[in-house]
């Protein structure tokens, strides 16, 4: 198996190594940070403390929030992928080349089919949502793999959970979400996936229109040594100062109580590990 292959990105919990890559940037107006924090809080709540993987990038606000809110931030992982560039490619249709190079990146993650079919907590994928494509080619290539390794798929989905995080509509009884028209998803357990609705301007933002930390990472950029450096052009500077601010502001006693109230209208408040969360995120942060 290749080397596996992970874009470089800020350790921003601890941005200690930044120097002067925020010299002179304005400060960036979090305008979306009440709904930002709403869904974060939810995110957390309904993981059934799960290990969080943040598919591709249009989420990485909730992982940078979290990242400063939460006393232990080593339940979050980004996972740097971009199934956009294979569309109208059925699976078998990638190179055997980059077949290999996508499982070692994954593998890298803990993601592989084995390693899910062995683990014991839940393996929670989170990502924006309009029909579900990317969590359905996500769950096709985890499914491919382990055939192909006569890994135990039964086992390994069992621990799959996708948390969806769709654009806000007004809904009525009759109302079709996305899963529903999606066919891969009767492979999941019965409520593994759930949904965290968005207000409209928020999810087009995260979506479409927020500048982001690294290049999208499609199946031509796999294997690429090149996205292991950093960016510094002006743009990536720019998304660079929004999300240390939104690290920043996940500290900030007003997001954690925020953060701890709306988790704790959560029915999953029930339970031990979510209250012992909720007392922890009311203690006082530590600093950066």
């Not at 621990?159 to 969806?164: T, V």
């Not at 499609?218 to 090149?226: I, Q």
């Not at 909720?278 to 600093?287: F, T």
Request: hydrophobic fraction near 40%.
């Amino acid at each position: 198996m290749p080397d596996a292959i992970r874009p470089f990105r800020w350790d921003l919990v601890r941005p200690d190594h930044l120097g002067s890559l925020l010299d002179g940037l304005p400060e960036p107006d979090l305008w979306f940070l009440d709904e930002l924090t709403g869904c974060a809080a939810k995110v957390l709540a309904r993981s059934e403390d799960g290990e969080l993987h943040f598919v591709g990038r249009s989420a990485d606000s909730v992982f940078d929030l979290l990242g400063g809110a939460l006393p232990d931030p080593g339940r979050l992982h980004l996972l740097p992928l971009s199934t956009g560039s294979m569309d109208g490619w059925p699976h078998d249709r990638l190179h055997p080349a980059e077949i290999a190079q996508l499982r070692a990146n994954l593998a890298a993650h803990g993601l592989a089919p084995d390693a899910l079919a062995r683990g014991s907590r839940p393996v929670v994928f989170v990502d924006v949502v309009s029909s579900g494509r990317s969590f359905g080619q996500l769950i096709g290539l985890l499914r491919d793999w382990a055939a192909d390794d006569r890994a135990d798929w039964a086992a390994a989905v069992r621990r799959i959970r996708i948390l969806g995080l769709p654009r806000r509509t007004h809904t009525s009884p009759h109302t079709r979400r996305w899963q529903q028209h999606a066919e891969w998803t009767h492979e999941l357990p019965a409520g593994a996936i759930r949904n965290i609705s968005l207000e409209s301007a928020v999810f087009s933002y995260f979506a479409d229109h927020q500048q982001k930390l690294t290049r999208s990472f499609g199946r031509y950029l796999w294997a690429a040594e090149e996205v292991r450096e950093p960016a510094r052009d002006h743009r990536t500077r720019r998304a660079l100062a929004e999300a240390v601010a939104i690290v920043e502001a996940g500290r900030t006693p007003a997001v954690r109580e925020r953060l701890a109230r709306t988790m704790s209208r959560e029915p999953a408040i029930a339970e031990p590990w979510l209250r012992d969360l909720v007392r922890r995120l009311l203690l006082p942060a530590s600093p950066g």
